[in-house]
């Protein structure tokens, strides 16, 4: 069973930039398709971005231009760089496979944006 371990949260002004790191314990390389969702206080968790074995990504419009996944299989490794981030992107993120498989959720790492 893979373990995946979200880091590069932080407190971050309006329109600042982070990049999150998604490391597998195992091999993602099986995994055709790995996301990264976020969820807010309040609300449900939500899908943010995702990425297939071949580089094939796609968003909501909600991030779309600001958000870019990226995956590195040799590295197990997936990123998640966000930039132009507002206040409405605060929340804990996490990586998961595309659709989301209940033993892979992690901790999350939790990201402030706040001036």
């Known amino acids: 069973q893979v373990q995946l371990v979200e880091s590069g949260g932080g407190l971050v002004q309006p329109g600042g930039s982070l990049r999150l790191s998604c490391a597998a314990s195992?091999?993602?390389?099986?995994?055709?398709?790995m996301g990264w969702y976020r969820q807010a206080p309040g609300k449900e968790r939500e899908l943010v971005a995702y990425i297939t074995t071949g580089g094939v990504t796609n968003y909501p419009d909600s991030v779309k231009g600001r958000f870019t996944i990226s995956r590195d299989n040799a590295k197990n490794t997936v990123y998640l760089q966000m930039n132009r981030l507002k206040p409405e992107d605060a929340a804990v993120y996490y990586c998961?496979?595309?659709?989301?498989?209940?033993?892979?959720w992690g901790q999350g790492t939790q990201v402030t944006v706040s001036s």
């Open positions: 195992g091999s993602i390389f099986s995994i055709n398709v």
């Open positions: 998961n496979a595309h659709p989301p498989l209940h033993n892979y």
